[in-house]
């Protein structure tokens, strides 16, 4: 493939990005193994909050493929303490774990929300936390709810209370969303009549990088999530300014300039400042991505006659090649453990992700859409959000990282692209 196909491919998957105003929808199609069975009992009082703060807990655990949710149906009066559950009859459910709980009003106006999660075979408490709230933080809560049982039953941190960025088009608009890891909430960053691409979250979740064609040629902004700034320019050289990445400490950008011909790799500070040039190839260097350790760069180039993804120092130095099967490997993501790339190759026509244990260097087939694209990984990395197509829109989808459990989320009436899965919050 020559480097300008290549170059046109590359283009034209960028731009299928995508806005919508209905929510994200959550289809499972797919289940998981050793499922920890659990019961999520209505909460005493939750009619006061404006959603159902159990729907929200038992939906979370269910969508992470790692729980299987309990019918519930029969209980008449909510158990709020340990001393009123019925043990006997959860465990004839089959039920392994169970969530009880509560809502109240304070004197003050504000809520409060309590629950404890229990274990059905051992007739014990696990653990449980008292939350005050706002009505308007009700799913926030839920998030957090099922963040605690998540990790108290699996020892993996749980994602339901981060987020996610997207690009949704519909019409001529564009825009940039950020949504609840369920897809729900979402708020426009960014809406534009021209393309918008490449979303990249700052590690302490506060900016985003991403790329806006609003002056007719693709530049590369840095825009604050915590406070009402415009978004900074942040390299804006002759030619294009694509595929930024953040370094670990959120002190460095990696990004792809065109400004002295091909495509190569740059280096700068979030301001655009101390600008660096990384790759010195007369091939289109492309779509770096750091190490969670900082020390290395994957990056996707086709210096060796076609698309295939290497590693380098991020301090410099000579890149060596890290895919060898199939003649098309793009966009490389490694897990937040360093152990696996997650990248799509082409196999017989069709782009798919795939998974590379980076030490035994066995590779697995995670999906088998006919146009996967953007790996991105939840930030405890048992999951990877990507963009795929659905009756000819674009849609998204995740699938677990060790390819048991998938699902798809979908906007009516939009085209989805280019996901990009936040750090854990307060991270």
């Given at each position: 493939?020559?480097?300008?196909?290549?170059?046109?491919?590359?283009?034209?998957?960028?731009?299928?990005?995508?806005?919508?105003?209905?929510?994200?929808?959550?289809?499972i199609?797919?289940?998981?193994?050793?499922?920890?069975?659990?019961?999520?009992?209505?909460?005493?009082?939750?009619?006061?909050?404006?959603?159902?703060?159990?729907?929200?807990?038992?939906?979370?655990?269910?969508?992470?493929?790692?729980?299987?949710?309990?019918?519930?149906?029969?209980?008449?009066?909510p158990?709020?303490?340990?001393?009123?559950?019925?043990?006997?009859?959860?465990?004839?459910?089959l039920?392994d774990?169970?969530?009880?709980?509560q809502?109240?009003?304070?004197?003050?106006?504000?809520?409060?929300?309590?629950?404890?999660?229990?274990?059905?075979?051992?007739?014990?408490?696990?653990?449980?936390?008292?939350?005050?709230?706002?009505?308007?933080?009700?799913?926030?809560?839920?998030?957090?709810?099922?963040?605690?049982?998540?990790?108290?039953?699996?020892?993996?941190?749980?994602?339901?209370?981060?987020?996610?960025?997207?690009?949704?088009?519909?019409?001529?608009?564009?825009?940039?969303?950020?949504?609840?890891?369920?897809?729900?909430?979402?708020?426009?960053?960014?809406?534009?009549?021209?393309?918008i691409?490449?979303?990249?979250?700052?590690?302490?979740?506060?900016?985003?990088?991403?790329?806006?064609?609003?002056?007719?040629?693709?530049?590369?902004?840095?825009q604050?999530?915590?406070?009402?700034?415009?978004?900074?320019?942040?390299?804006?050289?002759?030619?294009?300014?694509?595929?930024?990445?953040?370094?670990p400490?959120?002190?460095?950008?990696?990004?792809?300039?065109?400004?002295?011909?091909?495509?190569?790799?740059?280096?700068?500070?979030?301001?655009?400042?101390?600008?660096r040039?990384?790759?010195?190839?007369?091939?289109?260097?492309t779509?770096?991505?750091?190490?969670?350790?900082?020390?290395?760069?994957?990056?996707?180039?086709?210096?060796?006659?076609?698309?295939?993804?290497?590693?380098?120092?991020a301090?410099?130095?000579?890149p060596?090649?890290?895919?060898?099967?199939?003649?098309?490997?793009?966009?490389?993501?490694?897990?937040?453990?360093?152990?696996?790339?997650?990248?799509?190759?082409?196999?017989?026509?069709?782009?798919?992700?795939?998974?590379m244990?980076?030490?035994?260097?066995?590779?697995?087939?995670?999906?088998?859409?006919?146009?996967?694209e953007?790996?991105?990984?939840?930030?405890?990395?048992?999951?990877?959000l990507?963009?795929?197509?659905?009756?000819?829109?674009?849609?998204l989808?995740?699938?677990?990282?060790?390819?048991?459990?998938?699902?798809?989320?979908?906007?009516?009436?939009?085209?989805?692209?280019?996901?990009?899965?936040?750090?854990?919050?307060?991270?």
């Amino acid at each position: 493939m020559s480097p300008r196909t290549f170059a046109a491919l590359l283009a034209a998957i960028l731009l299928l990005a995508g806005p919508a105003r209905a929510q994200l929808t959550i289809e499972i199609i797919g289940g998981g193994a050793n499922q920890i069975p659990i019961a999520v009992l209505p909460f005493a009082g939750e009619s006061m909050l404006p959603q159902s703060i159990t729907e929200i807990i038992e939906q979370d655990l269910s969508r992470s493929g790692r729980f299987r949710a309990i019918f519930v149906g029969g209980v008449n009066t909510p158990p709020t303490e340990i001393a009123q559950v019925d043990f006997p009859e959860w465990k004839s459910r089959l039920a392994d774990a169970m969530v009880i709980g509560q809502a109240q009003r304070l004197p003050d106006g504000k809520l409060e929300v309590r629950f404890r999660l229990l274990d059905v075979i051992k007739q014990s408490q696990i653990g449980g936390i008292a939350f005050t709230l706002t009505a308007a933080q009700t799913r926030l809560t839920a998030h957090k709810i099922a963040d605690f049982i998540y990790e108290k039953m699996t020892g993996e941190r749980g994602v339901f209370s981060t987020r996610i960025a997207y690009i949704v088009k519909q019409g001529p608009r564009y825009e940039l969303r950020v949504a609840d890891a369920d897809g729900q909430n979402a708020q426009s960053i960014l809406i534009s009549s021209e393309p918008i691409m490449s979303p990249a979250w700052a590690p302490d979740g506060t900016r985003m990088a991403y790329v806006s064609f609003q002056n007719k040629k693709p530049i590369l902004f840095v825009q604050s999530l915590s406070a009402s700034k415009q978004p900074a320019p942040v390299a804006n050289y002759r030619g294009s300014n694509s595929a930024p990445a953040w370094s670990p400490d959120g002190k460095q950008l990696a990004a792809v300039l065109t400004k002295d011909g091909t495509s190569q790799i740059y280096l700068m500070s979030p301001d655009g400042g101390n600008l660096r040039r990384l790759t010195v190839s007369q091939a289109i260097d492309t779509e770096p991505f750091f190490t969670p350790d900082g020390q290395s760069i994957y990056f996707t180039s086709d210096r060796g006659g076609s698309p295939q993804i290497y590693r380098m120092p991020a301090s410099g130095g000579e890149p060596v090649r890290m895919t060898f099967e199939g003649d098309y490997n793009v966009s490389p993501r490694v897990s937040p453990d360093g152990k696996i790339l997650a990248y799509i190759s082409r196999v017989n026509g069709r782009f798919q992700l795939m998974a590379m244990d980076l030490e035994s260097k066995q590779i697995q087939t995670l999906t088998d859409g006919l146009r996967d694209e953007s790996p991105s990984f939840a930030p405890n990395g048992r999951i990877i959000l990507y963009a795929t197509d659905i009756d000819d829109r674009g849609v998204l989808a995740a699938v677990s990282s060790d390819g048991r459990f998938r699902q798809r989320l979908g906007i009516q009436a939009a085209d989805v692209r280019e996901p990009s899965w936040g750090p854990f919050l307060g991270n």
